[in-house]
T-cell receptor, first 116, second 106 residues
Framework: GAGVSQSPSNKVTEKGKDVELRCDPI?????LYWYRQSLGQGLEFLIY????????KSGLPSDRFSAERTGGSVSTLTIQRTQQEDSAVYLC??????????????FGSGTRLTVV | KNEVEQSPQNLTAQEGEFITINCSYS?????LHWLQQHPGGGIVSLFM???GKKKHGRLIATINIQEKHSSLHITASHPRDSAVYIC????????FGAGTRLTVKP
């Protein structure tokens, strides 16, 4: 597609349930990033995929969070046993490459997750 | 200490004023990004720069690699410039500043 697509745009879930958030990057973009922004807070890095390399999971806040990227394209961020502090906007971005100054990033419009 | 520091945290200006937002970083980078986040939450990438200066319309971004400092300038500011401006230092991932909330009053 023309941009980075995220779904759902909004998700309300009960505490303790699992949720899956989807990101469809721009075709051909090898780098994919997940971030989150809690209410009133700045952006927080979660995980980064680059091509076929092992993902950089250093930003995941707990082992309840996991992400995968199938076929080097679509990515799914899974949060197990959701807690209220998981409520945030989850943003995905993709880039043609990584670690190089010439690549720009395109952000999706985000998934607003509310855990009640 | 945060790896990316922005100042000011909040900025209110009158329409037409010249705006400067500053960003200092302590990490090694391949590029420095300036992002704009509107009240609806959408994020737009304004600039990506690794040296010197870039200009787009009324926006100018500069970076000094030696001093690890970047500035975003807005000339002839307008109420539609009101947004949160975020500085992000990138290598393989992105490290974000806390953002500067700009309000431009008519």
């Amino acid at each position: 597609g023309a941009g980075v697509s995220q779904s759902p745009s909004n998700k309300v879930t009960e505490k303790g349930k699992d949720v899956e958030l989807r990101c469809d990057p721009i075709s051909g973009h090898t780098a994919l990033y997940w971030y989150r922004q809690s209410l009133g807070q700045g952006l927080e890095f979660l995980i980064y995929f680059q091509g076929n390399s092992a993902p950089d999971k250093s930003g995941l806040p707990s082992d309840r969070f996991s992400a995968e990227r199938t076929g080097g394209s679509v990515s799914t961020l899974t949060i197990q046993r959701t807690q209220q502090e998981d409520s945030a906007v989850y943003l995905c971005a993709s880039s043609l490459g990584a670690g190089a100054a010439n690549y720009g990033y395109t952000f999706g419009s985000g998934t607003r997750l509310t855990v009640v | 200490k945060n790896e990316v520091e922005q100042s000011p945290q909040n900025l209110t200006a009158q329409e037409g004023e010249f705006i400067t937002i500053n960003c200092s970083y302590s990490v090694g980078i391949s590029a420095l990004h300036w992002l704009q986040q509107h009240p609806g939450g959408g994020i737009v990438s304004l600039f990506m720069l690794s040296s010197g200066k870039k200009k787009h319309g009324r926006l100018i971004a500069t970076i000094n690699i030696q001093e690890k400092h970047s500035s975003l300038h807005i000339t002839a500011s307008h109420p539609r410039d009101s947004a949160v401006y975020i500085c992000a230092a990138t290598n393989n991932d992105m490290r974000f500043g806390a953002g500067t909330r700009l309000t431009v009053k008519p």
